[in-house]
């Protein structure tokens, strides 16, 4: 059984887009469509894949190494990584932060 393909969440959410471009400054909404189209695409292409990754790989703590000393060091996989960039990438954090409307 083949699993079931995801296409981009902002161009499949019609009532997102026209609540946007209805509440939004024209120059605004074209400049903020473009950008949640392509994170659409990429939810779709890449972002899926790496949290069903996290999803079947969860993070686990290690208390202490090999010799018995103490380290708690949280091991996550590369998929939990890979993330971590994209958010940095897409400044997902900043996002919040920054007024730029």
């Known amino acids: 059984m083949e699993a079931p393909r ?3 969440l902002y161009l499949e959410d019609p009532l ?5 471009r209805a ?3 024209a120059q605004v909404f074209a ?8 994170f659409g695409a990429r939810l779709r292409d890449e972002i899926g894949f790496l949290g069903r990754e996290c999803d079947l790989n969860p993070p686990r703590l290690l208390h202490f190494d090999a010799w018995g000393q103490r380290v ?3 091991i996550t996989c590369p998929a939990w ?3 971590k960039d994209i958010c940095a990438e897409e400044s997902l954090v ?3 932060y920054t007024r730029r409307y």
């Open 6 to 8: 995801m296409g981009n």
């Open 16 to 20: 997102l887009q026209g609540y946007l």
């Open 23 to 25: 509440h939004l400054p």
């Open 31 to 38: 400049e903020v469509n473009i950008d949640l189209e392509r």
């Open 72 to 74: 708690d060091q949280v």
């Open 81 to 83: 990584k890979r993330l």
């Open 94 to 96: 900043a996002e919040g």
